[in-house]
């Protein structure tokens, strides 16, 4: 059974970081596709960034240079360090396990695509 656990969430105020921690079990890094999500208030759910299982990785361009998705092998953890935070930021975010597509540009995804999700946490950015 595949379990995604996300923590480290919390407020933050502008500029400040956070780093965000997927614990994983049932599933491992070469098994495919892992990657972040998130989802505003009253907006869809959209990719973050996403890992491959060579290690290979790729962001959207509004956190391109800010966010950089990581994991650690040995403790099957995935990891999302977010730094320079906006409020545009704000948002609940999840770990996904076994995604399709491993790109940032996935065009027409939808969360029955993703094979395993995590629960999600809460980011919020304030001035």
């Known amino acids: 059974q595949v379990q995604l656990v996300e923590s480290g969430g919390g407020s933050v105020q502008t500029g400040g970081s956070l780093r965000l921690s997927c614990a994983v079990s049932g599933y491992t890094y070469d098994s495919g596709c892992m990657g972040w999500f998130r989802q505003a208030p009253g907006k869809k759910r959209e990719v973050v960034a996403v890992?491959?299982?060579?290690?290979?990785?790729d962001y959207i361009d509004s956190v391109k240079g800010r966010f950089t998705i990581s994991r650690d092998i040995a403790n099957n953890t995935l990891y999302l360090r977010m730094s320079s935070l906006k409020f545009e930021d704000t948002a609940i975010y999840y770990c996904?396990?076994?995604?399709?597509?491993?790109?940032?540009?996935?065009?027409?995804?939808?969360?029955?695509?993703?094979?395993?999700w995590g629960q999600g946490t809460q980011v919020t950015v304030s001035s």
């Open positions: 996904a396990a076994d995604l399709p597509v491993c790109h940032s540009l996935w065009v027409g995804w939808s969360p029955d695509h993703v094979g395993y």
């Open positions: 890992i491959e299982t060579d290690g290979d990785t």
